[in-house]
């Protein structure tokens, strides 16, 4: 491992304290999906974000941008400097994921419920041009609340887009708390399942386990892959981790001294 | 009406997020027919406390907001009172069909409040930033539309709209306003209120342009120009009466709105002069998507300050 999820978080939370607020819960939670899709699987150029060969990515859960924007950097599409201008008047880094807006990005995402449609349409027009990039996104548990999401599983399913691997964020909260309190939705990976999808579960924060499923994906034809993250929402922040007030937070003084302490550890920890 | 305005506006003391749960939690003490609908954004809204009281009439059905109206729709065949609470552009865009045909076509009762009104979005957005809210859901027939200007228009529009069978759309800021009325004033659907008189012009305002179209006023009289400012906080119906009265007087008529130019208050005034020949000229976003930033920097980037009002006006004279 080259500490690269670890590098993930330290910028994440570097970007997240230097504006003072955001959304550090739905960020921490797919910082080992970011590590493993970016540092392992996708098929991508930096120099080049437009590059049509790339493998695409779709962050549905697009108030997660710091996250993706941190891995971004990390892997050169852009100036690291540019993760100081987090949500700044005129910033390419938006809260929320923007394609016009940020080299690597590919698809604008915030209101809930989109993305996967769009990544499903990315993976059919891939088909169509018979060409055999791959498409990846990641949806929140709490986004898949959305009815949007089931259609879209049936039209995978129907198309048969085996190019298309979707990641669900399993972190067990949402925005006005647990997940099962607001609306219970069962075993998700049967959910999926009876979609007609190849479904699975994985530990969200071992990378090994993700790249095992997503490599799994790949042998799996004819069917769509889901790959269900069993994560917890503000990974690495142990006075966030299980907080239902941990979606979107604005940080007291000392929360700020906290985070400064928790980015110098993880600092050493790699160095 | 019963209209008081402040002599010195200040921050109010109240956010309108407090406003709209204390007036909920105050009209549920004896209208059992009150349900709350919210999809996921409570803590944004604040209506925790409401929850508290009445568990049984908050339903914080999840992410689903296109579900939400429908539903909504249901409670109101069976006579309950469904208030809706989500941001602007999912309790207007994304749920339109919804509440167009469920609610609006089928004739049934909801109030739905549309939060984070334009820039006061904030660093939200684009994706979270409506300007196009108050346009959509004037399309819808029969339907009331109003935008909020403080938090004691708020509270008393709440209380008349909970006796009222209709179909409603409140937009609102959820935190801070300046707060313009005194407390105890009353407020008619469908009547602009004049909060000052001059002859030479008439600025139209709605929501957080309400307070700058009054410091433009000030601006303007420095300077020797004296305008009608008008709160127009009821969007749909329009008050056609006043504003053919200030058309007349003063034959020019500017409009301030936090929204799209296209489809909002100017648009309604607009309409409501077309047999006029006085000219109107709109302040407002010009058919711009939103962006992240402080409210202080938006109002600049989409020229919506007191002195975008007040170039509006001299260019008319
Ligand atoms: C259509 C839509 N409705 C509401 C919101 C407001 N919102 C932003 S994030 C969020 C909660 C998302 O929960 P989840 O998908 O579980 O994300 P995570 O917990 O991973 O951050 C809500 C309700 C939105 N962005 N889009």
């Not at chain 1, 590059?51 to 100036?79: I, M, N, Q």
């Not at chain 1, 399913?157 to 069962?186: A, P, R």
């Not at chain 1, 479904?199 to 769509?224: F, S, T, Y």
């Not at chain 2, 909002?264 to 005034?269: K, Q, R």
Request: proline residues 2%.
């Amino acid at each position: 491992m080259d500490n690269f999820a670890t590098k993930i978080r330290i910028e994440t939370l570097k970007m997240l304290r230097n504006r003072g607020f955001g959304h550090i819960g739905g960020s921490m939670s797919i910082v080992e999906a970011l590590s493993v899709l970016y540092d392992n699987e996708m098929t991508i150029d930096p120099s080049n974000p437009d590059w049509e060969d790339r493998d695409y990515f779709v962050l549905s859960k697009g108030h997660a941008g710091p996250a993706l924007y941190s891995t971004l950097a990390l892997k050169g599409y852009f100036d690291k400097q540019l993760l100081n201008t987090l949500n700044e008047a005129h910033t390419n880094l938006p809260s929320h994921a923007d394609r016009l807006k940020t080299p690597g990005v590919d698809m604008t995402t915030g209101s809930l419920g989109q993305g996967i449609s769009a990544a499903a349409g990315i993976a059919k027009a891939l088909k169509i041009q018979k060409k055999n990039n791959r498409v990846y996104a990641i949806v929140g548990d709490g986004e898949l609340n959305e009815g949007q999401v089931y259609e879209a599983l049936m039209f995978a399913f129907h198309h048969k887009l085996d190019n298309l691997v979707l990641m669900i964020d399993e972190n067990k909260l949402q925005l006005d708390g647990y997940t099962d309190d607001i609306c219970d939705q069962g075993d998700i990976r049967l959910k999926i399942a009876g979609f007609g999808w190849h479904a699975l579960r994985v530990d969200g924060h071992n990378e090994a386990a993700i790249k095992h499923a997503l490599q799994e994906a790949k042998e799996i034809k004819k069917v769509p892959t889901c790959v269900v993250l069993d994560t917890i929402k503000a990974k690495g922040v142990s006075f966030l981790e299980n907080n239902t007030s941990n979606h979107h937070v604005r940080f007291t003084d000392k929360q700020i001294k906290e985070l400064e302490h928790l980015i110098k550890q993880l600092e050493g920890d790699i160095t | 009406m019963n209209v008081k305005v402040k002599q010195k506006f200040k921050i109010s003391n109240k956010e309108m997020r407090t406003t709209y749960n204390d007036t909920l939690v105050d009209l549920a003490k004896t209208d059992d027919k009150i349900v709350l609908l919210e999809a996921d954004l409570m803590r944004a809204i604040k209506t925790n406390d409401f929850q508290k009281k009445y568990p049984n009439r908050t339903l914080n059905i999840g992410i689903m907001e296109q579900n939400m109206m429908g539903v909504a729709a249901g409670l109101s065949v069976r006579g309950l009172k469904p208030y809706i609470h989500t941001f602007g552009p999912f309790a207007t865009r994304r749920s339109f069909d919804q509440l167009f045909l469920s609610l609006g076509y089928a004739d049934l009762n909801a109030i739905i409040i549309g939060s984070d009104a334009g820039i006061s979005a904030s660093h939200n957005g684009g994706t979270h930033m409506p300007f196009e809210d108050l346009g959509l859901v004037r399309l819808v027939p029969n339907m009331t539309v109003m935008e909020m200007t403080d938090p004691v228009m708020f509270e008393n529009i709440l209380r008349q709209l909970n006796d009222q069978k209709q179909l409603s759309y409140l937009r609102i800021v959820r935190k801070h306003m300046l707060s313009i009325y005194q407390e105890g004033s009353t407020f008619e659907i469908g009547k602009g209120i004049v909060l000052r008189e001059g002859k030479d012009a008439t600025i139209v305002a709605a929501g957080i342009m309400v307070a700058n179209a009054l410091k433009a006023q000030a601006l303007l009289q420095e300077d020797g120009i004296n305008v009608s400012v008008i709160d127009m906080f009821t969007i749909k119906p329009i008050d056609q009466a006043l504003l053919l009265e200030y058309a007349d007087k003063t034959q020019c008529i500017v409009t301030a709105e936090n929204h799209n130019i296209i489809g909002g208050l100017g648009s309604a005034v607009l309409e409501a002069l077309e047999t006029t020949p006085v000219t109107v000229k709109r302040v407002g976003v010009k058919d711009r998507f939103g962006q992240v930033g402080t409210q202080a920097f938006l109002e600049k980037e989409y020229e919506l300050t007191a002195e975008d009002i007040v170039k509006a006006v001299k260019e008319q004279l």
